[in-house]
């Protein structure tokens, strides 16, 4: 009938698209300050040319393989895309670039092989360069840019991608605020100013527009870093340039927000083609602004369609949904407006009646978005289980082996062998195989897991069980050895003899890694650490202070079990300060050689340590107390990071390495002592090559961008 009619794809609005993805391209980088010193171009174009600017908001994860499935398909990834987020297979999802593939345009890409990776086949011509080298900031662009001049000067492509790398290779090295920002931004600047040119010097002999849109695929935090959810990491630039547009007439004022998914429907009807399928997207209307009111509802009337479509799809309630309840009180007006517009009523009451339609279209447009995005987050729960069993059993046979592992003997051992012949074995992997099988036939296709050989699928049945059947044996050891006290009497008394250090330790360790899985923790990690380590550190002092007076007697096994506890700290408080671990070390250090023998003067030492720690302790939480959430506030980090202290920097960066190399070199070979003095003398070149710090024989380190 009339629906059906309706839903037949219009003719394209624009003939060639160009899309210019910027990777960690920050709205401040464009419509900031930055962007008026560095882009004056683009600038220009936002502020007084035929442009539509917007923000794009991103969802998080904020990394770069979800990040162009979210652009391309405009559907919305769950969590689970970050693991695979380094070999991303094909996309099999309906997209705009196999949509465009299907519909005989000519596609061509140059820029991050992410994108042949997700599009192998769409490709008439490509030249994909690899982010691996994140240390690389001008040869990944430079790959682009060589073919820009060739490829704008043909006419066999109807699309053409480019995805610039550099400028977040800077971000994650150098930071947002690095001087070598500018002139990346600066060599964009410049590339969008020839495509722009070329493109409107086409547009006479073409009887369509064309089209060029500029996006990031995700912003950078404070520190250049991108994943999370911060403001500057999910804040995008989104524009559209063409000569199909009017020119701005009032001066822009702060940009209109968007989705990021929105940009795959508004191609799709910019191109002539259907919106994706999974789509959850709305058309950015501006884009479609300057055609009659008929086809602007027609477009409008397409997204909400297959929005709604997805809806019920997704959801038995569907009617009762308020969008597609809006969705259809918009289609019965607009079938009204239709009646009136063939009956030649061509009034200034039909256009008004027009725009009220298209208000509530675009109502229903963002209702049906919103709940969409509620429903569509599916995930794989089969292969989730699967995994988390894994894991879980590994973890409990770590912990079952800790006793053993922290006793003298400090042995490991995994009873593997016996209970792979028994019994249960064998039973748990038929019952798990039976499982498998009844789950993958119900599930369909859905499940990363049931997609494997069967052979694999096998493979990690047998895994779990022979856990499973290892956990078992384990714990019957256990109780074995707590049962027979007599025959095997370093086991039993090791376990029974925990000290309140030991149980701190692991209950620590359990604890911190359990605050890691904490969604609403996520980036502040650190203050679980340092929490801890604060206790374990009063701990340690109680310790000391309990065998120094009221146990009289220090024998030899009591100074080990102290120097074991100091080497823990040592190894986990140089896990999470890499940077500056010298001034710990030294502490340590001497902690370590006075307790071997505690009496006279060294007692003292060795009850101060635990306070020293402590003050260092603090000083290396001053170094960055704001975290990263709050990493745009100024802190003692930032002050030495600057480049006007760069010399307290260089200062404490050498005092630290030699400081390394005078505590170390004592237990050392003379070959030893000459790698590391040459090891730490790279760290200092590296540091100073890249611009941390100074050589003493520079003044001013003038020439960092070389
Ligand atoms: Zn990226
Ligand atoms: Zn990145």
Not at 224 to 251: D, N, Q, W
Not at 463 to 489: D, Q, T, V
Not at 599 to 621: E, N, Q
Request: net charge neutral; proline share 4%; charged share 20%.
């Amino acid at each position: 009938g009339m629906v059906s009619n309706w839903t037949t794809i219009p003719p394209p609005l624009f003939k060639k698209v160009v899309i210019v993805l910027i990777d960690a391209l920050r709205d401040d980088f464009v419509f900031g300050s930055k962007g008026k010193q560095f882009m004056p171009y683009t600038t220009q174009v936002v502020e007084k040319g035929t442009s539509y600017s917007f923000i794009a908001e991103a969802k998080p994860p904020t990394v770069t393989m979800p990040r162009i499935k979210a652009l391309m398909t405009g559907s919305i990834p769950g969590f689970i895309d970050v693991v695979v987020n380094l070999n991303s297979p094909a996309l099999l999802d309906d997209n705009l670039i196999w949509q465009a593939k299907t519909a005989g345009k000519r596609i061509i890409f140059y820029g991050d092989d992410t994108w042949v990776k997700l599009f192998p086949k769409h490709f008439v011509e490509y030249d994909g360069t690899t982010s691996f080298f994140v240390s690389d900031f001008t040869e990944v662009d430079d790959n682009v840019t060589r073919h820009l001049d060739r490829v704008l000067k043909r006419e066999d492509w109807d699309l053409l991608i480019l995805h610039y790398l550099g400028l977040d290779h800077i971000g994650h090295v150098t930071g947002p605020n690095s001087p070598l920002v500018g002139p990346k931004l600066r060599e964009m600047d410049n590339i969008l100013k020839k495509i722009h040119i070329s493109l409107l010097s086409k547009v006479e002999e073409a009887s369509l527009p064309n089209l060029l849109v500029v996006c990031g695929d995700h912003g950078m935090s404070e520190t250049g870093s991108h994943g999370g959810s911060s403001e500057g990491e999910v804040h995008t630039p989104l524009l559209f340039i063409s000569s199909a547009f009017e020119k701005r007439s009032a001066p822009l004022t702060q940009p209109e927000h968007v989705q990021q998914t929105d940009l795959a429907s508004t191609l799709a009807i910019g191109l002539g083609l259907p919106i994706s399928r999974n789509s959850v997207g709305n058309l950015i209307l501006p884009v479609v602004g300057g055609k009659t009111m008929r086809e602007q509802l027609r477009f409008v009337h397409l997204n909400g369609f297959q929005l709604s479509r997805l809806l019920q799809e997704n959801t038995p309630a569907y009617e009762k949904d308020p969008g597609y309840e809006h969705f259809k009180i918009a289609e019965k007006s607009h079938g009204n407006w239709i009646k009136l517009y063939l009956e030649g009523n061509n009034s200034e009451i039909l256009l008004n009646l027009g725009k009220k339609v298209l208000k509530q279209y675009l109502e229903a447009l963002k209702t049906l978005s919103s709940s969409l995005s509620r429903q569509v987050a599916q995930y794989d729960m089969y292969s989730m289980v699967v995994g988390t069993v894994i894991i879980m059993e590994v973890l409990l046979l770590l912990l079952l082996s800790v006793p053993k592992a922290l006793s003298k003997r400090a042995e490991f051992e995994v009873p593997l062998s016996p209970p792979l012949f028994s019994l249960l074995f064998y039973l748990m992997c038929l019952m798990l195989c039976a499982v498998h099988v009844i789950v993958c036939t119900s599930a369909g296709s859905l499940c990363y897991f049931c997609s494997m050989s069967w052979l694999t699928a096998v493979g990690v049945m047998m895994l779990i069980s022979a856990l499973m059947c290892g956990i078992l044996s384990a714990i019957a050891k256990i109780f074995e050895n707590s049962r027979l006290p007599a025959k095997n009497p370093v086991v039993s008394s090791s376990s029974s003899s925990w000290s309140e250090i030991d149980v701190l330790i692991l209950a620590g360790t359990i604890g911190h890694v359990l605050s890691l899985g904490a969604s609403s923790f996520i980036e502040e990690e650190h203050q679980t650490w340092y929490f801890l380590i604060n206790t374990l550190c009063l701990v340690l002092c109680q310790e000391l202070c309990r065998n120094n007076f009221l146990l009289k007697e220090c024998d030899l096994q009591h100074s080990t079990n102290v120097k074991q506890n100091f080497d823990s700290i040592g190894e986990t408080s140089e896990c999470k300060n890499i940077d500056i671990p010298a001034a710990s070390n030294s502490k340590l250090g001497k902690a370590t050689s006075s307790s071997e023998f505690i009496k006279g003067s060294d007692k003292w030492i060795s009850l101060a340590t635990p306070w020293i720690i402590l003050i260092c302790c603090r000083l290396l939480r001053s170094l960055n107390q704001t975290g990263v959430q709050w990493a745009h506030r100024p802190d003692f980090g930032h002050w030495l990071t600057s480049s006007e202290h760069k010399s307290e920097l260089s200062f404490l960066a050498a005092v630290s390495l030699l400081m390394i190399f005078f505590l170390v070199q004592r237990r050392c070979s003379l070959v030893s002592k000459i790698a590391m003095a040459l090891g730490l003398l790279g760290v200092y070149s590296y540091r100073a090559a890249i611009g941390n710090v100074v050589f003493p024989w520079q003044h001013g380190g003038k020439d960092i961008s070389k």
